[in-house]
C-alpha cells in the first residue's frame, strides 16, 4: 500500500444528520464537503464524524443518532464511505 504522504482524497460530496424521531417527513441534515475535506487534510485522513468535526454546531438533531455518508476520491479512485456518528474512518484505507 501507498505512504499516506502519497495519496490524494478529494471530496466529491459528503452529508451529516438525521430524521428526527425517525419520522421520514423531518430529515434535518447538512452537506459537510468542506469540512470533511479540512478533517482529511487536518488529520492524516482519520476522522472522528461527529457534530464537532462535520461544523455541525449547533447539533442539527439534538438526541437523535447522526449518520454520515461520503463519496471520496482517493488517488483517482470513487469509494463510498458510511458510518454512525461517532465512529471513525481512515480515509486512507480501504477494505
Known amino acids: 500500500m501507498a505512504e499516506k504522504s502519497s495519496i490524494t482524497a478529494t471530496v466529491e460530496f459528503a452529508v ?3 430524521l428526527m424521531g425517525g419520522d421520514e417527513n423531518k430529515a ?6 468542506g469540512a470533511l475535506q479540512s478533517q482529511i487534510n487536518e488529520n492524516n485522513g482519520i476522522v472522528k464524524i461527529n457534530n464537532t468535526t462535520m461544523g455541525a454546531e449547533p447539533d442539527p438533531a439534538p438526541k437523535n443518532t447522526k ?6 476520491n482517493v488517488n483517482g479512485t ?5 458510518c454512525e456518528e461517532n ?4 480515509f486512507f484505507h480501504h477494505v
Do not use: P, R, S
Not at 465512529?87 to 481512515?90: F, H, V, W
Open 78 to 82: 470513487l469509494y463510498a464511505y458510511a
Open 67 to 72: 449518520h454520515f455518508g461520503a463519496i471520496v
Open 28 to 33: 434535518a441534515g447538512l452537506i459537510v464537503t
Open 16 to 18: 451529516y444528520g438525521a
Open 87 to 90: 465512529q471513525e474512518i481512515d
